[in-house]
């Protein structure tokens, strides 16, 4: 599913470099460096050696298409929790560990399919102070072959697309919802107008169910954050 692979130095964004091309489906794209790496909402997404920072093309074929993030950030909590790593799912598309993001995901609709950039902090051995993320070098001391950690993912992104693609959202339902973080706490989802809440459920298309003063919200997109703390 994932066939072709190129690897570069350096690039604007890898997410960029397949928007701006005709590559077929199952390319990946990969940069040792991003100069304009982006995150979700046009954030920038600091991208210096040691980082892996690699987006990939996918076709349409997916019934539940909406909750493509989260289950590309679960494969990663998977790779985390393999490596030793506890890591929780912040929705709709981060992987956190020890309270700080070590994973983004951002995941873009073209007319052939789904661009899926993922940004992962490997081997970086620190971050700006206003940058809450850490790294896997910075969790667990251990340096990691980047090439390793990419073809490790790759081969879980073929296994859980697959069952993605023909089981549908409900086979990851109930794993996601077990590591989702801030379940049970109160939050503030910045959608249209932010939105204050208890965060109580997963839905079956992946999105959030909070109850607020008004009663039971369902939530399909936003920024989520814990209230009162901002991450
Ligand atoms: C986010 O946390 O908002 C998402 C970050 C996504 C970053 C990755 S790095 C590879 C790919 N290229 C980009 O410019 N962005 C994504």
Not at 204 to 214: C, K, P, R, V, Y
Request: hydrophobic letters at 45%.
């Amino acid at each position: 599913m994932l066939d072709y692979l190129l690897w570069f130095e350096e690039l604007t964004s890898t997410q960029d470099f397949l928007k701006e091309r005709e590559l077929p489906v199952g390319t990946v794209v990969v940069s040792n460096r991003q100069t304009k790496g982006r995150g979700r909402h046009g954030r920038f997404w600091h991208s210096q050696e040691g980082g892996l920072y690699f987006s990939f093309l996918l076709d349409t074929d997916y019934r539940d298409s909406m909750s493509l993030p989260l289950v590309l950030g679960y494969a990663l909590s998977e790779y985390m929790r393999a490596q030793g790593l506890v890591s929780a799912i912040k929705w709709t598309n981060d992987v956190f560990v020890k309270g700080k993001k070590i994973v983004g995901i951002l995941v873009e609709r073209i007319k052939k399919g789904f661009v899926c950039g993922v940004g992962v902090n490997v081997n970086q051995e620190g971050f700006p102070p206003d940058v809450q993320a850490i790294s896997m070098f910075m969790a667990d001391g251990v340096k990691r072959d980047r090439v390793e950690v990419l073809l490790s993912l790759l081969q879980l992104f073929e296994d859980t697309l697959k069952t993605f693609r023909s089981e549908g959202f409900v086979a990851f339902r109930e794993l996601i919802k077990s590591r989702l973080l801030f379940l049970d706490q109160e939050v503030i989802v910045y959608a249209e107008k932010p939105v204050v809440g208890v965060l109580k459920d997963l839905a079956q298309d992946g999105s959030l169910i909070l109850l607020t003063a008004e009663g039971e919200l369902r939530v399909f997109s936003g920024d989520l954050t814990l209230r009162g703390l901002g991450i």
